[in-house]
């Protein structure tokens, strides 16, 4: 290829497609980082699913092992996600009653080495949390963002996660 820009569909070897403008800065190198996810729209939707599955579950203690089938799949490599997950529920505060998303925005993607797809999404969402005032039980309703860190792998045209990161743990009651 030659310096300059070009307009491009590019399907990688997971069959996840990238569609956007590669910019060639010297002869033969190309950025796929700026290109788009072909199906983003699915994949905000299926995210969100994800978050309130993981926050409904963390919520109720229930381990890794009571919720991994909702996320094998054949060879899938779920090591990391268990430790994640099992990370954030231990140090999820016990206060928080529910949680849910409100809208999702992916504020950057990165296709890793081993051409996993990276995900870090601007996360709206409401909470319930309740505490104790002075001996009385008070209910706090709230709403909040926060960026929050996926990875996901891509099989058979469906994004699987595979790990997390920066999962909001503390929810204030002022």
């Known amino acids: 290829m030659f310096k300059g820009s070009y307009d491009a569909l590019v399907t990688l ?17 190309t950025n796929l980082k700026d290109l788009e996810i072909g199906n983003e729209d699915v994949l905000k939707k299926d995210l969100a699913s994800i978050v309130n599955f993981l926050y409904e579950n963390a919520i109720k203690n229930k381990s890794f092992d009571d919720i991994k089938k ?22 999820l505060s016990d206060s928080l009653k529910e949680f849910n998303v409100e809208e999702i925005d992916i504020e950057s993607t990165e296709i890793t080495s081993e051409g996993y797809l990276e995900i ?48 909001t743990t503390y929810f204030s009651k002022y």
Request: cysteine-free.
């Open 13 to 29: 070897e997971s069959g996840m497609e990238l569609n956007g403008e590669i910019k060639v800065t010297t002869i033969g190198t």
């Open 70 to 91: 909702e996320f094998e799949y054949k060879d899938a490599k779920l090591n990391d996600l268990k430790e994640s997950y099992n990370t954030f529920k231990n140090n």
């Open 120 to 167: 870090t999404a601007d996360v709206d969402y409401k909470y319930t949390a309740e505490y104790n005032f002075f001996g009385d039980r008070e209910t706090k309703n709230k709403e909040d963002n926060d960026l929050m860190n996926f990875t996901f792998d891509y099989y058979k045209n469906e994004f699987k996660l595979i790990d997390m990161s920066s999962m």
